[in-house]
């Protein structure tokens, strides 16, 4: 799979996903007026592709909402992404002080410090270990997306739904007023509570990936420091004691 079509897919499944909830609750709710109208295959095709094509655009876009919300909420929001990963460090001063950085007076500062620190503990590992921890890490960050955008897409189509159900009630039959488009919705939030668990349980899961590892960087350096140290101490004894010799 070449790049252009793996993020096509990328973008276009979030749309996809809100395109086919919010269609299959049209039809629903409007399969009257559309089993009385003059369609033929080639209008059923020309829909379907120009679904394809606005749900890639819808997807992208539910991407740009997903990372909008997410990255530029709250401050108290956005500060877990990085605390839940540090609480893992014992040594976090290592972190949290660099230069001339202030930690915890702009959080995008915290967080671009912190990646800092993290591709520089990957550059310091031999080509086996780093390729086999990008590509976990990697595979995490594009999960998280994933279903981060996935989520928005659900609940825009959840909103939209209950939008289509208000403005057509008591126009259909009570089978596909009540029925159908409640077991939509139901399928709705199911889908939606799922994508949730999974975008926690991975973001939960890329912390303790980061926070692991770079607590045990820091271990090894430390003991690596304090092991230096102590050489010239016992060369400088070695040399006295030859000298007495």
């Not at 096509?8 to 269609?23: E, H, T």
């Not at 991407?63 to 992404?81: A, D, E, P």
């Not at 040594?91 to 800092?116: A, P, S, V």
């Not at 590509?135 to 999960?143: G, K, M, P």
Request: hydrophobic share 45%; net charge negative.
């Amino acid at each position: 799979m070449n790049f252009d079509t793996k993020y096509l897919i990328r973008w276009g499944i979030p749309g996809w996903v809100f395109m086919i909830f919010v269609c299959l609750m049209y039809v629903v709710r409007e399969f009257k007026a559309l089993s009385e109208a003059d369609l033929n295959i080639g209008n059923v095709v020309s829909f379907v592709v120009l679904i394809g094509f606005v749900g890639v655009t819808i997807g992208y876009l539910m991407h740009q909402v997903y990372f909008s919300i997410n990255w530029n909420g709250t401050n108290n929001k956005q500060r877990r992404v990085i605390d839940d990963a540090l609480l893992l460090v014992k040594d976090k001063e290592r972190i949290r002080k660099y230069k001339n950085h202030t930690w915890g007076k702009n959080y995008h500062e915290d967080y671009y410090l912190f990646e800092f620190h993290w591709h520089s503990f990957l550059l310091s590992l031999c080509i086996e270990k780093r390729t086999y921890l990008e590509d976990r890490y990697r595979h995490l960050l594009s999960t998280i997306h994933a279903l981060g955008a996935l989520r928005a897409a659900l609940l825009s189509s959840l909103i939209v739904n209950f939008v289509i159900v208000l403005l057509t009630f008591n126009k259909t039959e009570p089978a596909l007023s009540f029925v159908l488009p409640g077991l939509i919705i139901l399928l709705n939030v199911y889908l939606l509570i799922v994508s949730d668990k999974g975008f926690k349980y991975y973001s939960s899961n890329l912390n303790h990936f980061q926070g692991y590892f770079l607590d045990n960087h820091f271990s090894e350096v430390e003991v690596s420091t304090n092991a230096e140290m102590e050489q010239p101490e016992i060369d400088q004894q070695e040399n006295e004691e030859s000298i007495e010799v």
